[in-house]
């Protein structure tokens, strides 16, 4: 099985850095995701990493170990709307397609 | 504009009722997919489609069936619904192949079972 593990909840301030972390226990995995949902509304996708390293998209940044077990969501120049949860996902292999096996989700709260 | 349709975004239900819930996707993809949400516990995949007639157990398939007759169609069928089954339900749909992008969601159906 899998086992994602993500922290419940995080306050940050406008303007400012946050890193939320992922950490996972999988025998493979294809991808690892990241998802923004807000309350109330389907998760939007956010980043996608299928090798080792960080993909920069904008004001959001998403890193990879794969050997380290180990991912993080890096949300840049903080904005009051940027208070969400954010779902760190694995692709996996099932049947004939990719599934998504979710962690539980970072509620954000960011302060002006 | 793509889209993933969930056809009642609110149902209140009865103990032991047949509940029916419907998804339509119009971007012609392979997979559809039904997951629950719950404080605490994520997202969690029942049931997956990967072609039309085709389906594959997710993690918590128990006390639900699926159906896929047409390729735009996945419905979700609770046979006897029960309080523990009170959730949201989101429905997704990917392209074969699809890195996270093209993994679309629907709005969700906020089911109570009284």
């Known amino acids: 099985g899998q086992n994602i593990d993500q922290p419940t909840e995080m306050t940050a301030t406008e303007g400012a850095i946050v890193q939320i972390n992922c950490t996972y226990q999988t025998s493979g995995f294809n991808g690892l995701f990241w998802y923004q949902q807000h309350a109330g509304e389907a998760p939007t996708f956010l980043s996608y990493?299928?090798?080792?390293g960080l993909e920069e998209k904008g004001r959001f940044s998403s890193f990879l170990s794969r050997s380290k077990g180990y991912s993080y969501l890096l949300l840049k120049e903080l904005q009051m709307k940027d208070s969400a949860s954010y779902l760190c996902?694995?692709?996996?292999?099932?049947?004939?397609?990719?599934?998504?096996?979710f962690g539980t989700g970072t509620l954000l709260a960011v302060q002006p | 504009d793509v889209k993933v349709t969930q056809s009642s975004r609110y149902l209140v239900k009865r103990t032991g009722e047949k509940v029916f819930l419907e998804c339509v996707q119009d971007?012609?993809?392979?997979?559809m997919f039904w997951y629950r949400q719950d404080p605490g516990l994520g997202l969690r995949l029942i049931y997956f489609?990967?072609?039309?007639?085709?389906?594959e157990k997710g993690d918590i398939p128990e006390g639900y069936s699926v159906s896929r007759e047409k390729k735009e169609r996945f419905s979700l069928i609770l046979e006897s619904a029960s309080t523990n089954q009170t959730s949201m339900y989101l429905c997704a749909s990917s392209s074969e192949g699809a890195s996270g992008n093209t993994i679309y969601f629907g709005e969700g159906s906020w089911l109570t079972v009284v």
């Open positions: 971007m012609d993809h392979e997979n």
């Open positions: 990493n299928v090798l080792d």
């Open positions: 996902a694995l692709g996996l292999y099932g049947g004939a397609t990719n599934k998504l096996i």
């Open positions: 489609s990967y072609d039309v007639k085709m389906k």
